[in-house]
Nanobody, 125 residues
Framework: QVQLVESGGGLVQAGGSLKLSCAAS????????MGWFRQAPGKEREFVSA?????????YADSVKGRFTISRDNAEKNTAYLQMNSLKPEDTADYYC?????????????????WGQGTQVTVSS
């Protein structure tokens, strides 16, 4: 069992930055693929980014590539991060982190077994 708690959301102007954190409980954090998804009002949940269990491989949606960076700290903090730069109004959404097995298809939300409660990001124009 893994519990995930996101933080770091907020209101920011277009062009600004935010860094989301996803703190995980349990001693098996380092075994999980970690993903970030987002859901805007009236829209389906969409993939944003993911990182392999050892941090060796990262994945990004085309819409955030070059602006967002995913990372993780397996050694001390059991935390995954999403650094978001050059934010746009269309990035406004609730952001969720998720944990899944090491061999999942990382862009599919159904592959993830554990989810956080979400953190809201609002980008004003």
């Amino acid at each position: 069992q893994v519990q995930l708690v996101e933080s770091g959301g907020g209101l920011v102007q277009a062009g600004g930055s935010l860094k989301l954190s996803c703190a995980a409980s349990g001693r098996t954090f380092s075994l999980y693929t970690m993903g970030w998804f987002r859901q805007a009002p009236g829209k389906e949940r969409e993939f944003v980014s993911a990182i392999a269990w050892n941090g060796g491989t990262t994945y990004y949606a085309d819409s955030v590539k070059g602006r967002f960076t995913i990372s993780r700290d397996n050694a001390e903090k059991n935390t995954a991060y999403l650094q978001m730069n050059s934010l746009k109004p269309e990035d406004t959404a609730d952001y969720y982190c998720a944990a899944g097995g090491s061999n999942i298809a990382p862009k599919r939300p159904t592959e993830y077994a554990y989810w956080g409660q979400g953190t809201q990001v609002t980008v004003s124009s």
